[in-house]
Structures are given as C-alpha cells and as structure tokens.
C-alpha cells in the first residue's frame, strides 16, 4: 500500500524557516516525480514545488520562487521541502504527491503550516 507521511509543519513567525519531510512507502520512489502541494481554506490547491524521479530538474511556483527549495534522497525515499523567508500567505496544508506512470496520484495527509505574528 503507497503511504506518504508528511511531517515538519506548525507555527512560525514572518520571516521564519521550516523544512518539510516526505517519507514514502510502498512503491518504487525512484521512479516516481514527486511534488509538494497547498492548499488554504477555501482556496484551490496549488503546486508548491516539483522534482523529476532523478532529482535534475525541479519546478516552482512564482511566489515561492527563491524562497522555497524541494530536494529529494532516494537512498532514504524522502522528498524536502525548505521554506525559508515565510509570509503569511504561505499559510496552508501541505501536501506531499507522487506520480507514477500509469497511475492515479498518491497523496499523504498533510502538514499544517501557519505563519502568524
């Protein structure tokens, strides 16, 4: 059974820094391309960050673009997610996914993080 637990979330100051962790189970994570959603209430869910199963190229969102970076470790099936400099509106549940060829999205519960004076 795939399984993503994500952990790393909670409460930061503006400005702050968190770093997410992604652990995956259950499926070959090498051959997956894995990405880092978010989703705030009552807004659509976003693409946060994207990296190709080999780690060579990764994709951002513009707004978080210099501040956030998602890096993968394959020996440990563990996907990153860095967030430095955090604004408010980088407030949200973060989801972690993996895609597969030929397979629907998987995604793990969520973390939240808010950023709060």
């Known amino acids: 059974q795939v399984q993503l637990a994500e952990s790393g979330g909670g409460l930061v100051q503006p400005g702050g820094s968190l770093r997410l962790s992604c652990a995956a189970s259950?499926?070959?994570?090498?051959?997956?391309?894995m990405s880092w959603y978010r989703q705030a209430p009552g807004k659509e869910r976003e693409l946060v960050a994207a990296?190709?199963?080999?780690?060579?190229?990764?994709d951002y969102a513009d707004s978080v673009k210099g501040r956030f970076a998602i890096s993968r470790d394959n020996a440990k099936n563990t996907v990153y997610l860095q967030m430095n400099n955090l604004k408010p509106e980088d407030t949200a549940i973060y989801y972690c996914?993996?895609?597969?060829?030929?397979?629907?999205?998987?995604w793990g519960q969520g973390t939240q993080v808010t950023v709060s004076s």
């Open positions: 996914c993996a895609r597969r060829w030929g397979r629907v999205d998987d």
């Open positions: 990296i190709t199963s080999n780690g060579q190229s990764t």
């Open positions: 259950g499926f070959t994570f090498s051959w997956a391309a």
